[in-house]
T-cell receptor, first 112, second 114 residues
Framework: GEDVEQSLFLSVREGDSSVINCTYT??????LYWYKQEPGAGLQLLTY?????DMKQDQRLTVLLNKKDKHLSLRIADTQTGDSAIYFC????????????FGTGTRLTVIP | KAGVTQTPRYLIKTRGQQVTLSCSPI?????VSWYQQTPGQGLQFLFE???????NKGNFPGRFSGRQFSNSRSEMNVSTLELGDSALYLC?????????????FGPGTRLTVL
Protein backbone atom coordinates (compact mmCIF):
# COMPACT_ATOMS: atom_id res chain seq x y z
CA GLY A 1 0.00 0.00 0.00
CA GLU A 2 0.90 3.64 -0.19
CA ASP A 3 2.72 5.19 2.76
CA VAL A 4 3.76 8.82 2.69
CA GLU A 5 5.72 10.26 5.60
CA GLN A 6 6.62 13.75 6.67
CA SER A 7 8.10 15.29 9.77
CA LEU A 8 5.40 16.97 11.83
CA PHE A 9 6.90 20.35 12.66
CA LEU A 10 9.36 22.88 11.24
CA SER A 11 10.23 26.34 12.55
CA VAL A 12 12.23 28.88 10.58
CA ARG A 13 13.03 32.56 10.91
CA GLU A 14 11.47 35.02 8.50
CA GLY A 15 13.73 35.50 5.48
CA ASP A 16 15.41 32.11 5.83
CA SER A 17 14.77 29.15 3.53
CA SER A 18 12.46 26.34 4.61
CA VAL A 19 12.91 22.77 3.46
CA ILE A 20 10.04 20.35 3.97
CA ASN A 21 10.76 16.69 3.35
CA CYS A 22 8.60 13.78 2.34
CA THR A 23 9.26 10.10 1.72
CA TYR A 24 6.96 7.73 -0.10
CA THR A 25 6.99 4.02 -0.68
CA UNK A 26 5.14 3.37 -3.93
CA UNK A 27 7.59 3.49 -6.82
CA UNK A 28 4.74 3.48 -9.33
CA UNK A 29 3.73 7.01 -8.32
CA UNK A 30 3.53 9.13 -11.42
CA UNK A 31 2.85 12.54 -9.93
CA LEU A 32 3.83 14.09 -6.63
CA TYR A 33 2.16 17.18 -5.27
CA TRP A 34 2.60 19.79 -2.60
CA TYR A 35 -0.46 21.35 -1.02
CA LYS A 36 -0.74 24.09 1.60
CA GLN A 37 -3.49 24.28 4.21
CA GLU A 38 -4.09 27.37 6.30
CA PRO A 39 -6.21 27.21 9.47
CA GLY A 40 -9.86 26.52 8.75
CA ALA A 41 -9.28 26.32 5.01
CA GLY A 42 -9.15 23.69 2.29
CA LEU A 43 -6.04 22.61 0.43
CA GLN A 44 -4.26 24.99 -1.93
CA LEU A 45 -2.22 23.38 -4.69
CA LEU A 46 1.30 24.79 -4.62
CA THR A 47 3.11 22.75 -7.23
CA TYR A 48 3.57 19.27 -8.60
CA UNK A 49 6.29 17.26 -10.27
CA UNK A 50 6.13 14.40 -12.70
CA UNK A 51 8.08 11.34 -11.66
CA UNK A 52 10.51 11.55 -14.60
CA UNK A 53 11.72 14.97 -13.44
CA ASP A 54 14.18 15.60 -10.67
CA MET A 55 13.64 19.30 -10.10
CA LYS A 56 11.03 21.94 -10.68
CA GLN A 57 11.23 25.62 -9.76
CA ASP A 58 8.32 28.00 -9.49
CA GLN A 59 9.17 31.46 -8.12
CA ARG A 60 10.10 30.95 -4.44
CA LEU A 61 9.34 27.22 -4.56
CA THR A 62 11.79 24.51 -5.57
CA VAL A 63 10.78 20.86 -5.65
CA LEU A 64 13.45 18.18 -5.65
CA LEU A 65 12.67 14.55 -6.39
CA ASN A 66 15.04 11.67 -5.72
CA LYS A 67 13.21 8.76 -7.23
CA LYS A 68 15.85 6.23 -6.24
CA ASP A 69 15.43 7.11 -2.56
CA LYS A 70 11.70 7.92 -2.95
CA HIS A 71 12.35 11.31 -1.39
CA LEU A 72 10.60 14.56 -2.23
CA SER A 73 11.37 17.99 -0.82
CA LEU A 74 9.89 21.45 -1.03
CA ARG A 75 12.16 24.43 -0.54
CA ILE A 76 10.61 27.81 0.14
CA ALA A 77 13.04 30.66 -0.38
CA ASP A 78 12.81 33.87 1.67
CA THR A 79 10.12 32.42 3.94
CA GLN A 80 7.47 34.91 5.05
CA THR A 81 5.04 34.87 7.96
CA GLY A 82 2.25 34.24 5.44
CA ASP A 83 3.90 30.91 4.64
CA SER A 84 2.98 29.62 8.11
CA ALA A 85 0.63 26.71 7.40
CA ILE A 86 0.51 22.92 7.15
CA TYR A 87 2.18 21.50 4.05
CA PHE A 88 1.12 18.16 2.63
CA CYS A 89 2.88 16.08 0.06
CA UNK A 90 0.73 13.68 -1.92
CA UNK A 91 1.29 11.01 -4.53
CA UNK A 92 -0.96 9.72 -7.25
CA UNK A 93 -0.80 6.99 -9.80
CA UNK A 94 -1.97 9.36 -12.53
CA UNK A 95 -4.76 9.16 -15.05
CA UNK A 96 -7.38 6.57 -14.28
CA UNK A 97 -6.42 6.29 -10.63
CA UNK A 98 -7.32 9.73 -9.55
CA UNK A 99 -6.92 9.34 -5.83
CA UNK A 100 -4.25 11.08 -3.83
CA UNK A 101 -2.37 9.55 -0.92
CA PHE A 102 -1.36 12.24 1.51
CA GLY A 103 1.42 12.53 4.01
CA THR A 104 0.76 13.48 7.60
CA GLY A 105 1.49 17.13 6.94
CA THR A 106 4.29 19.38 8.22
CA ARG A 107 3.31 22.39 10.29
CA LEU A 108 5.60 25.25 9.29
CA THR A 109 5.93 28.09 11.76
CA VAL A 110 7.69 31.24 10.61
CA ILE A 111 9.16 33.30 13.42
CA PRO A 112 9.24 37.06 12.76
CA LYS B 1 -13.10 30.91 -13.29
CA ALA B 2 -14.81 30.08 -10.00
CA GLY B 3 -13.16 27.51 -7.77
CA VAL B 4 -14.60 24.41 -6.20
CA THR B 5 -17.53 25.24 -3.95
CA GLN B 6 -18.89 23.15 -1.12
CA THR B 7 -22.09 23.54 0.82
CA PRO B 8 -22.80 23.79 3.62
CA ARG B 9 -19.55 24.98 5.17
CA TYR B 10 -20.51 23.86 8.67
CA LEU B 11 -22.94 21.26 9.88
CA ILE B 12 -23.91 19.88 13.28
CA LYS B 13 -25.75 16.59 13.50
CA THR B 14 -26.49 14.03 16.18
CA ARG B 15 -25.60 10.35 16.22
CA GLY B 16 -27.85 8.21 14.07
CA GLN B 17 -28.83 11.00 11.71
CA GLN B 18 -27.82 11.17 8.09
CA VAL B 19 -26.20 14.02 6.20
CA THR B 20 -25.75 15.11 2.58
CA LEU B 21 -22.88 17.31 1.49
CA SER B 22 -22.67 19.03 -1.87
CA CYS B 23 -19.77 19.90 -4.15
CA SER B 24 -19.73 21.95 -7.33
CA PRO B 25 -16.55 21.43 -9.36
CA ILE B 26 -14.65 23.97 -11.39
CA UNK B 27 -16.48 24.57 -14.66
CA UNK B 28 -15.40 21.99 -17.22
CA UNK B 29 -13.97 19.57 -14.67
CA UNK B 30 -15.46 16.12 -14.94
CA UNK B 31 -13.95 14.30 -11.99
CA VAL B 32 -14.91 14.90 -8.38
CA SER B 33 -13.12 13.24 -5.47
CA TRP B 34 -14.01 13.30 -1.80
CA TYR B 35 -11.63 13.16 1.15
CA GLN B 36 -12.09 13.00 4.90
CA GLN B 37 -9.67 14.89 7.13
CA THR B 38 -9.42 14.12 10.85
CA PRO B 39 -6.69 14.90 13.39
CA GLY B 40 -6.14 11.20 14.03
CA GLN B 41 -6.24 9.71 10.53
CA GLY B 42 -5.18 12.69 8.44
CA LEU B 43 -6.44 12.98 4.88
CA GLN B 44 -8.10 9.86 3.54
CA PHE B 45 -9.60 9.24 0.14
CA LEU B 46 -13.31 8.38 0.15
CA PHE B 47 -14.27 8.01 -3.51
CA GLU B 48 -14.03 9.54 -6.95
CA UNK B 49 -16.75 10.11 -9.52
CA UNK B 50 -16.20 10.61 -13.21
CA UNK B 51 -19.01 10.96 -15.75
CA UNK B 52 -21.61 10.04 -13.13
CA UNK B 53 -19.84 6.77 -12.29
CA UNK B 54 -17.84 5.88 -9.23
CA UNK B 55 -14.36 5.19 -10.57
CA ASN B 56 -12.36 4.67 -7.38
CA LYS B 57 -13.27 3.96 -3.80
CA GLY B 58 -11.32 4.19 -0.58
CA ASN B 59 -11.57 2.00 2.47
CA PHE B 60 -14.69 3.37 4.14
CA PRO B 61 -17.86 1.56 5.28
CA GLY B 62 -20.98 1.45 3.15
CA ARG B 63 -22.54 4.22 5.25
CA PHE B 64 -20.53 6.58 3.08
CA SER B 65 -21.92 6.95 -0.41
CA GLY B 66 -21.93 9.47 -3.18
CA ARG B 67 -23.22 10.32 -6.57
CA GLN B 68 -22.48 12.63 -9.45
CA PHE B 69 -24.97 14.44 -11.63
CA SER B 70 -24.82 15.11 -15.35
CA ASN B 71 -23.51 18.63 -14.69
CA SER B 72 -20.61 17.07 -12.71
CA ARG B 73 -21.90 18.34 -9.36
CA SER B 74 -21.50 15.72 -6.69
CA GLU B 75 -23.08 14.86 -3.38
CA MET B 76 -21.87 12.58 -0.64
CA ASN B 77 -24.12 11.05 1.95
CA VAL B 78 -23.31 9.60 5.34
CA SER B 79 -26.02 7.56 6.99
CA THR B 80 -26.34 6.54 10.63
CA LEU B 81 -23.78 9.07 11.78
CA GLU B 82 -21.23 8.12 14.42
CA LEU B 83 -19.15 10.40 16.63
CA GLY B 84 -16.06 9.38 14.66
CA ASP B 85 -17.54 10.83 11.48
CA SER B 86 -16.81 14.32 12.81
CA ALA B 87 -14.32 15.66 10.31
CA LEU B 88 -13.56 18.14 7.58
CA TYR B 89 -14.88 16.73 4.30
CA LEU B 90 -13.02 18.01 1.30
CA CYS B 91 -14.05 17.81 -2.29
CA UNK B 92 -11.63 18.13 -5.19
CA UNK B 93 -12.21 18.43 -8.90
CA UNK B 94 -9.96 17.70 -11.84
CA UNK B 95 -10.16 18.12 -15.56
CA UNK B 96 -9.31 14.53 -16.61
CA UNK B 97 -7.65 15.40 -19.83
CA UNK B 98 -4.87 12.89 -19.46
CA UNK B 99 -1.64 13.93 -17.89
CA UNK B 100 -1.67 15.27 -14.39
CA UNK B 101 -5.34 15.13 -13.42
CA UNK B 102 -4.33 17.77 -10.92
CA UNK B 103 -6.91 18.08 -8.18
CA UNK B 104 -8.17 21.42 -6.95
CA PHE B 105 -9.81 21.47 -3.56
CA GLY B 106 -12.78 23.30 -2.14
CA PRO B 107 -12.87 24.90 1.32
CA GLY B 108 -14.46 21.85 2.89
CA THR B 109 -17.54 21.12 4.98
CA ARG B 110 -16.87 20.78 8.68
CA LEU B 111 -19.20 18.15 10.12
CA THR B 112 -19.64 17.84 13.86
CA VAL B 113 -21.52 14.83 15.20
CA LEU B 114 -22.82 15.16 18.76
Amino acid sequence: GEDVEQSLFLSVREGDSSVINCTYTDSSSTYLYWYKQEPGAGLQLLTYIFSNMDMKQDQRLTVLLNKKDKHLSLRIADTQTGDSAIYFCAESMGTGANNLFFGTGTRLTVIP
Amino acid sequence: KAGVTQTPRYLIKTRGQQVTLSCSPISGHRSVSWYQQTPGQGLQFLFEYFSETQRNKGNFPGRFSGRQFSNSRSEMNVSTLELGDSALYLCASSLVQGGTDTQYFGPGTRLTVL
